[in-house]
């Protein structure tokens, strides 16, 4: 019975599901782009190895164009942003449709948090705001975040079109075996289409994992002002003596009810690490390459075009990372006060048996959650500066080799 039930949780979402979901705008905007089925039609999976296939021809096209200007670093390192972008999308997209079923359990699993301290957030208006407020920062920094990917497009496709009118130039990889003149346009669609999809499909993943991190930490806060707010009722006052013959009164059941929320956030998180590693592993590698060889034209390209496009790019492959080490540091930060909010109840004034349970719930509170990457790398702020720093690194390295090389040359 058990399994069967752990099966369920893992079919697909209905659109009337995600309807009611407070992830409904991550799902239906990862089933535009064919990485969520929110339906059981065969169809959806074969419009998703489509979208899948496209990422890897151009993986291979682009490729192939780098062994052709392999001595060109300014061309090379231009193409090579695209290349270990879409590369590494490829990766996260084969990771998620392989373990989607765990995926649509997790959003179910939130779903079923939400509704956890729902009681406790209809009763106290400051609470009910703070929940709010996480759902309306989560969907607002998921459209911000597809915008700004969106802007991107704008800056990359049409240049070719504006800046070398006439030359048949490509978006991103060129032809050179046949200098761009065998079937040109649908080439250039090709390439618009492929990393306009699986772009966002790569922002989509990252977003929906920010954003249940946003809801978690929320979760977190609201647990440890309950827990701050814990007091007996002045009724329960002159009871206070006969407490450890009566343990089960509105007190003690309280601060049983915060352990077992704490206690579910807790396994919550846990699930949620095991979910998301191998992806924000294969995007913190990608994004450590991604910015290195965007600053590299960024600075010494001579081409002005490639110039504003790599300037332009270089937010995405360092927000990506933040993100993930923004809330998942958050989500740290509100674990560790409710270790905090736990001395600031009235405990002095509870029984042995509350303060017994009290005594658990900072010990386990005060334990550091840390959200990690692949098991082995920690996601969060000092994560992020570690990560600027080693792109910044083989970025210099680079500039060596580039600097030997003219040497050389002359």
Known sequence: MKSREKGDTELPLSWSESERSVLKLNMR??????????????????????????????????STYVSYIWGDMEEATLVLISTFNIGSIVVKTTLFLWYRGQYFALVRRVDDLMLVQSEACSQDPVLGHLLWRSKRTAARLTTAMLLLMVSQYVTWYPMPLIMNWGERRLPLA??????????????YAAQCISVSWMTQISFGIDCLFVSIMILVAAQMKILASRVASLKMQD????????????????????????????QQLLRFIRELEDAMSPIVLTQFACSVLVTCVTLFPAVFSTDFTAVIRSAGFLPVPLGQPYLYCWSAHTVTEQAEAVSAAA???????????????????????QKPLVITAGHLYPINRPAFVSLVNASYTYYALLCQFNKRAKERAL
């Open 29 to 62: 905007h990862l089933c535009l782009f064919g990485a969520w089925p929110l339906s059981r039609y065969r169809i959806f999976h074969v419009y998703s190895v489509i979208n899948l296939a496209l990422g890897i021809w151009y993986v291979n096209e682009a």
């Open 343 to 365: 001395y600031s109840c009235a405990w002095m004034e509870a029984s042995e048996s509350f303060k017994r349970a009290l005594r658990i719930l900072i010990s386990r509170a």
């Open 235 to 262: 009724d329960e006052l002159s009871r206070k003596k006969h407490a450890i013959k009566c343990p089960r009164y509105k007190l003690y059941r309280d601060l049983c009810l915060c352990i077992e929320t704490h």
């Open 174 to 187: 060129q032809h050179p075996w046949d200098n761009n003149s065998n079937y040109y346009v649908l080439s």
